[in-house]
C-alpha cells in the first residue's frame, strides 16, 4: 500500500512520517546501496538494522531525493534509498 506525502509515493507500511534532513532513520544493512556491504567498517551479526541521521540527499536520474546520505554514531556515512528508510519517533532508538 502507498501514501502520497508532499508528491512523493511512500511505503506506508515502512515509512511513518517524512524524511528530511535531520530526522533519525532506522534501516537495514542490506539495503545500503554504498558503501558496498564488502566495504562497510562492521555490520554486527547480530543486529541486520541500524539507524542514524539523515545529512543529505542524492538525486537518480530524473528522481529527486532518491537516496538518503545517512550518518551513523561512528561518524560513518552510508547511502541509502529513501524508501527503504523507517523513521524513528523522537526519543525512541
Do not use: W, Y
Not at 5 to 30: I, L, P
Not at 53 to 59: K, L, P, R, W
Request: proline fraction near 6%; charged fraction near 25%; hydrophobic fraction near 35%.
Amino acid at each position: 500500500m502507498t501514501a502520497t506525502n508532499q508528491g512523493v509515493k511512500t511505503n506506508s507500511a515502512r515509512r511513518s512520517h517524512s524524511t528530511d534532513k535531520g530526522a533519525r532513520v532506522r534501516f537495514r544493512f542490506s539495503d545500503v546501496f554504498l558503501p558496498s556491504p564488502e566495504d562497510l567498517l562492521s555490520t554486527p551479526s547480530s543486529d541486520p538494522e541500524t539507524e542514524g541521521v539523515i545529512v543529505d540527499f542524492s538525486d537518480s536520474g530524473l528522481k529527486r531525493h532518491a537516496f538518503a546520505v545517512v550518518e551513523l554514531e561512528n561518524g560513518q556515512r552510508m547511502v541509502v534509498p529513501v524508501n527503504k528508510l523507517a523513521c524513528v519517533a523522537p526519543g525512541k532508538s
